[in-house]
């Protein structure tokens, strides 16, 4: 098989401290125990789980990195400051290697964006639902006044950078005007539809609370929560 091993001897201008890839049916791979991806920045640099360093560049792009080895690096963890995430490589690929995989995974959400002028803020609020459930929340507020165009491009530029590579988004957006928005750039990954006032309850209320916070709330929940309707709480159901 082929491995990737640590030269102890000069053969053939290989240096001993350079790792190289050769035919072995008995020498262990280095990377047997496990490597890491640490992504800054400044570049990256890929060790052994023993301290050992594989390789380091300038690239950032953790998807181009991997693909460009000539060895398996298997089993693979990557902690990629610039996206403030540390995965193993396969939920890794799966998040962010955007063309390699077909989009099966449907992500529905509701959304809208409350700006206010004299205050000069601007406030997303986003449910992500599932099977009508909420499983995920998301208030960001932006400190300055949005035009209904900015609006709208913050919104999808916010939901299309949430969605994994094999995920499609799906937005009932309400009061988003995106009349004068390019939507081609974000067909590939979503489609944003219409809402009414009592589908986006949830997300007005979380625009709100954000707005007026003034900082951002993000939580993704571990078991789904059906979220009741204000007209729902006054008549106790």
Known sequence: MKCIVRERQHVGGN???QPVLIESDHLTPICDEGTLLSITPEGY???TNAGETLRRGKETDGVAIVQSLTFDPSPLSVSDQIKGVSL??????RKYAHGLFFRTDSRWFVATIIANKAEEATALGVAERVKGETVAIH?????GYLTNKEQAYFLLNYIYDE???T???FIRGLKVNTGKVDLTKFTERLRIHPSNPRQAEEAVKLA???LQRRTDIVEYFDEPIKYKREEQHEHGL
């Open 15 to 17: 240096s001993p401290h």
């Open 45 to 47: 640099q890929l060790t």
């Open 88 to 93: 193993p490589w396969k939920q890794y690929e």
């Open 139 to 143: 208030g960001i507020f932006y400190n």
């Open 163 to 165: 969605l994994g590579a």
């Open 167 to 169: 995920d499609f988004g």
């Open 208 to 210: 709100e609370s954000t």
